[in-house]
């Protein structure tokens, strides 16, 4: 007589097809209502308006000063929008959605990967919408290297994401607690990397931090690819960096869940 084990939850089907599944449940809603994605564009446009103009002669910005400053507005979308992976969960969590998608068969890990990838989507339509808006402001952008910026962006989204969700996961019996540390990581890590403004004059301590921040690669990245300047060493960098927090936070993320 031959025993047969029953198989554990987790060997059940393929990841990429369980994440793919959990993306495309993600992106229903985003696809019904396209809206949302262009109403999220409002404080961009408003940091173009009235942020863009007063960079103009600013030290360390060089000659365009869109150049500098679009890749940086890029990265700060790629930073809002994946981060709310985090409370979109919290939310599922409160309406008993989230104990729901527990028990199907779909692999534990795939909630989180499929949800993580799901912003590259979003990420990708405002970075080209953004792109479209600032070429008549005087953005002179390589094509090619928009592309790979915006799939470099996708890839540090991914592992911004998937922190987010596990951040969720830790803190779901005081949910304000996700705000508190969002709200204190996230802004001290865009002044440290040289989104907003130049940091060519900042005290040496700040230099320090700069240093370590791999936020600030991912940006000078974003601008050496935006300029079409695929050697320089800010590319290898960026990418290092970029791919380092989508692996470190997927490592995070997966542990988390299981």
């Not at 960079?55 to 679009?70: A, E, Q």
């Not at 865009?190 to 940091?199: D, E, V």
């Not at 935006?226 to 927090?245: C, E, K, M, P, Y």
């Amino acid at each position: 007589m031959t025993i047969t084990l029953d198989t554990p939850r987790s060997a059940h089907g393929n990841i990429v097809r369980d994440s793919a599944i959990v993306m495309g449940r993600e992106l229903r809603p985003m696809l019904r209502d396209p809206v949302s994605v262009i109403f999220s564009l409002i404080q961009p446009l408003i940091l173009l308006a009235l942020f863009g103009p007063l960079l103009k002669g600013v030290p360390g910005t060089g000659d365009g000063v869109w150049n500098w400053f679009i890749p940086g507005v890029l990265v700060m979308i790629a930073i809002f929008g994946t981060t709310m992976t985090g409370s979109n969960l919290l939310m599922e969590m409160q309406q008993g959605s989230h104990e729901r998608m527990l028990v199907t068969p779909l692999r534990r890990s795939s909630l989180l990967i499929g949800r993580a990838c799901k912003e590259m989507v979003p990420l990708a339509a405002q970075a080209i919408l953004i792109i479209l808006v600032a070429l008549p402001l005087g953005l002179d952008v390589n094509a090619a290297g928009a592309a790979l910026g915006i799939v470099l962006l996708g890839v540090f989204g991914v592992g911004l994401g998937a922190l987010s969700y596990a951040l969720a996961l830790a803190v779901r019996e005081q949910d304000w607690m996700f705000w508190v540390v969002q709200q204190t990581l996230m802004f001290p890590l865009l002044i440290l990397s040289g989104t907003m403004l130049p940091l060519d004059d900042a005290p040496g301590w700040m230099k320090v931090l700069v240093n370590i921040n791999p936020l600030g690669y991912v940006v000078d990245a974003e601008r050496a690819l935006f300029a079409g300047d695929f050697a320089s060493s800010s590319v290898l960098a960026g990418i290092f960096a970029a791919v380092s927090v989508a692996v470190v936070g997927l490592g995070i993320g997966v542990r988390a869940v299981k």
